[in-house]
C-alpha cells in the first residue's frame, strides 16, 4: 500500500507543473494495432483529462489503408516513401482515417470513461492543404522530374479555434490527418507532421510521439536520452536519424520552433508510456528542447 501511495506521490509534482496545459500526441504503430497497447494507451488519455491535462490526439493509418486498398483491388505505389493518391485511394484514404480508424479511437476512449470528438481537418477548416509533388533527379539529362503525387499534401496553415472550443468544453479531440485544400480537394497528409503542425499551432507544452522504437539512437545502437533542437539537422546529415524516424523529428521540430517546450519520441510498444513519460523522474524515450 505505502509502496502504491509513493507512486503517487512521485507522480504530484508533474501533475501540479502540467494542470491545465495541452499535451499533443501522436499515436500510431503497434500501440494501435495490440488490444493490450490500446487500452492502456486509452487509460493513460482518459487519465491525463481527469487530472487537468488536456491531451488532443493525431492519428495515423497507413497499415489499415493499405489493407483495405488491397482487398479492393487497388494497387499502393510509394514514391519517396509517400503514398500516390488518385481520387480514387484518396476516397479510400479518407473512409479509412476519417470514417474508420477515428471513430474506433474515440470509441475506445470514450469505453473508458473519456469524451472524446472525432475530427478531420475539413471539419473548421482545421487543417489547410496545399498539394505536394515528388521531385526527383535525373542524373542522365542533368534535370529534375517532377513526380505527381495525386492528392498528396502538407499542412499550410492550423485554424485552432475549434480544437480550443472542444478543450475549454472538457472534451478530448481526436483528429485524422486529412486536410481541405483551397481547391475545396481532401489531401492526404503525414501524420508526424500534422502532430508537430498541430501541436505548434495549440502552443502546447508538449509534443508525444509514439513509435515502435525505443526512440532516437546513436551510431552504436544505444538510446540518446536528451537532444537540442539544433542537433538534429547534423544527426539527419550524418545518417545517425534515417528512414521513418526522419518525419518524426521533422515533426518535434516544427513543434520546438513554434513555441511548444519539449518533444518526446517514445516507445509506443510499452504499456502507459505516456504516463511513464508524463510523470517519473527518469521518463522513457528521446526528449528534444
Do not use: W
Not at 509513493?6 to 500510431?28: H, M, N, Q, S, W
Not at 504503430?29 to 492502456?40: H, V
Not at 477515428?102 to 481537418?121: P, R, T
Amino acid at each position: 500500500m505505502i509502496e502504491k501511495v509513493t507512486t503517487l506521490l512521485e507522480a504530484l509534482p508533474y501533475i501540479r507543473e502540467f494542470y491545465g496545459k495541452t499535451v499533443v500526441i501522436k499515436y500510431g504503430g503497434n500501440a494501435m494495432i495490440n488490444e493490450d497497447l490500446k487500452e492502456g494507451f486509452a487509460q493513460d488519455v482518459v487519465l491525463l483529462k481527469y487530472v487537468g491535462i488536456n491531451p488532443v490526439i493525431v492519428h495515423g493509418g497507413g497499415p489499415q489503408i493499405g489493407e483495405l486498398l488491397k482487398k479492393l483491388n487497388i494497387e499502393s505505389r510509394f514514391v519517396g516513401g509517400m503514398r500516390v493518391t488518385d481520387r480514387e485511394t484518396m476516397n479510400v484514404v479518407e473512409m479509412v482515417l476519417v470514417g474508420k480508424v477515428n471513430k474506433e479511437i474515440v470509441k475506445l476512449i470514450n469505453s473508458h470513461g473519456g469524451n472524446a470528438v472525432g475530427l478531420s481537418g475539413k471539419d473548421g477548416n482545421l487543417i489547410v492543404a496545399e498539394k505536394i509533388d515528388h521531385v526527383k533527379y535525373l542524373q542522365e539529362v542533368n534535370a529534375p522530374e517532377i513526380i505527381d503525387l495525386g492528392f498528396v499534401g502538407r499542412v499550410k496553415k492550423v485554424n485552432p479555434d475549434i480544437v480550443n472550443r472542444l478543450l475549454e468544453s472538457k472534451f478530448i479531440p481526436v483528429i485524422a490527418p486529412v486536410g481541405i485544400g483551397e481547391d475545396f480537394e481532401a489531401y492526404n497528409i503525414n501524420a508526424d507532421l500534422v502532430a508537430g503542425e498541430m501541436a505548434a499551432a495549440l502552443k502546447a507544452e508538449k509534443l508525444i510521439m509514439l513509435t515502435d522504437v525505443e526512440g532516437i539512437k546513436n551510431k552504436e545502437g544505444e538510446l540518446i536520452k536528451s537532444l537540442k533542437r539544433q542537433e538534429l539537422s547534423k544527426l539527419i546529415s550524418n545518417g545517425t536519424i534515417s528512414g521513418g524516424m526522419i518525419p518524426k523529428v521533422k515533426a518535434c521540430e516544427i513543434a520546438l520552433t513554434g513555441g511548444v517546450k519539449k518533444a518526446h519520441i517514445i516507445d509506443g510498444r510499452v504499456k502507459h508510456s505516456i504516463l511513464l513519460e508524463m510523470f517519473t523522474q527518469e521518463g522513457i524515450g528521446t526528449e528534444i528542447i
